[in-house]
């Protein structure tokens, strides 16, 4: 977890466009792995960017790649929309509109093995129709050598995605790839996705999320609205005691 403690707007990150619905998209009741982490219970609304965040360890990615399918819990439940579904591996997560990227530099992720930034050229982030669930394709110029060649790949699974988990996606990138970016991350939710934005890094959960779920060795310490929330506070809830 990085940053100094503070709450003003970073000018670094684009403003946020859009604002969540009440409804909710994702419910998760009971969620638990023995020995890794839960029972967590937490929700994602509709057009909302939700923060994941906490120390090494803490248990962010393994609640998401549990969600998606890549190493389901022991317990609990998953409701999308108004029903439950069961999620055993990543093709039915995908087949349910769920989607989970990895660290840019990773190659193994569930999205059919395609890297983050490949996943921009799947919107076009000039033009992302408000209230619609499809994306446009208009962005690969934003992309280097064989990451274009990724994007064929990944463009079916933005078109029905309803959710979609980004684990560390600025980590090591330069301002003008963290922008781009971040700037995909706002029109996704203002076309009515729920995005999951996993991140240490505390300006980035600050400046782009609405709520932030706060973990500790595998638990929920607190759900925070994120602009009623400082620095401090998070800081303070993931530390160990």
Known sequence: MTDAPGHAPDRAYPARSGTPEQSR?????????????????????????????????????????????????????IRLDKGEVSIRT????????????PETRKLDGLAARMSLAASLALAKLAGVPARAGDVDDDAAELLYGSDQQKVAIGKWLFRAAKIIFFDEPTRGLGAGARHAIHTLLDRLAAAGIGVVLISSELSEIMAMTDRVVVFREGQIMDVLNTRETTQEAIVDLASPR
Request: net charge negative; with cysteine; proline share 5%.
């Open 25 to 77: 998209l994702l419910s998760v009741t009971g969620l638990a792995r023995k020995g890794v982490f839960g029972p967590l219970d937490f929700s994602l609304r509709r057009g909302e960017i939700l923060g994941f965040t906490g120390l090494a360890g803490a248990g962010c990615t393994e609640v998401a790649q549990a969600i998606c399918g890549a190493d389901p819990g022991d317990e609990g439940a």
């Open 90 to 101: 990543p093709r039915e997560a995908i087949r349910q509109g769920l989607v989970y990227l």
